[in-house]
């Protein structure tokens, strides 16, 4: 059983990255809905949580349904995340993170996210300014260095761990790499497998097939895996992976009226939670991965990222559901 605190998450938990401007309430429903085990907001800048800027605020909003969840934070001043932290406290999440591992330069070049990867030092201060002002557990995300010429994860892995980090989300890329090329597990593994470290490890990057997962799980050890890009207009990936781990069989391929109930669902709720205008607005960039593979979709895809009606919207999904058995899927979705 892997346990943070006294939070158990299962043999092999399955966790929900954190993602700028997708992991928001509607989306995390859905990826609690279909299997993930543990969720993380979006990442919440420290400064703008304690100029109360409405967008940092409006990303507290947690449900008991998500639990357990975690709130994630970034920022590069020990005060300004002290004080985070304790305003997190307050809204009562199961779990504290912190991101150490956005690569964006609007992040980096405020010396926080991925930037305190270059000032170890900074980074165990900036982890015990939370660690002090809040009773929650606190876990990190990070990534496996600032570029290959320094990757110093087992170092940040021992510091974080001896100061009272409870986990740790390794993303197999240094910051230089951004999500280009391969996602390197071999420095994960390492970690994992280091005596001194006693903390759930968590492995993220690349992971988007059952059969991936269970070669990963396999072969690198870690306690479990973090799943990103791959769940992006695809929540049913993590009892994919699941089913694959329990019995090396594949479950069906969600169809064309899965897909339509999952972005109806996923819309209605961004409405609810949004207001009717910038729930509309904000749905469009997922749309195209719902309905990604489908052959000649391109005509319903447009009314769908160019209406600004919502019943418009609806009419056009309720049109697809009723003719599912039209659309055919163009090759292999994964």
Known sequence: ????????????????????DVSDPPFRALCKKHGADLMYTEFI??????????????????????????????????EAMAMSAKIVDATNPDILDINFGCPVKKVVSKGAGAGVLKDVDLMVRLTKACINSTK????????????????????????LQDIGVEALSIHGRTRAQMYKGEADWSHIAEVKNNPRIKIPIFGNGDIDTPEKALEYKNRYGVDG???????????????????FMATGEHLAVP???????????????????????LGVVEMKRHYTNYFKGIAHFKEYRTKLVTSFDLQEILDTLSYLEENSEVFMFSNPVV
């Open 1 to 20: 059983m892997v346990k943070i605190r006294d939070i158990e998450l299962g043999e092999f938990p399955l966790l929900l990255a954190p993602m700028e």
């Open 45 to 78: 800048s420290s400064e703008g949580l304690i100029r109360d800027a409405i967008k940092s605020r409006q990303k507290l909003d947690i449900f008991d349904y998500e639990k357990p969840i975690g709130i994630q934070i970034f920022g590069g001043d020990e």
């Open 136 to 159: 929650l557990p606190v876990t990190v995300k990070t990534r496996l260095g600032w570029d290959h010429s320094m990757i110093n994860i087992m170092e940040v892995a021992e510091r």
């Open 225 to 243: 895996i973090m799943i990103g890009r791959a769940s992006i207009g695809y929540p049913w990936i993590f009892n994919e992976v699941k089913h």
């Open 255 to 277: 169809g064309i009226k899965d897909r339509v109930e999952a972005a109806r669902d996923h819309l209605m709720m961004s409405v609810k939670w949004k207001g009717e205008r």
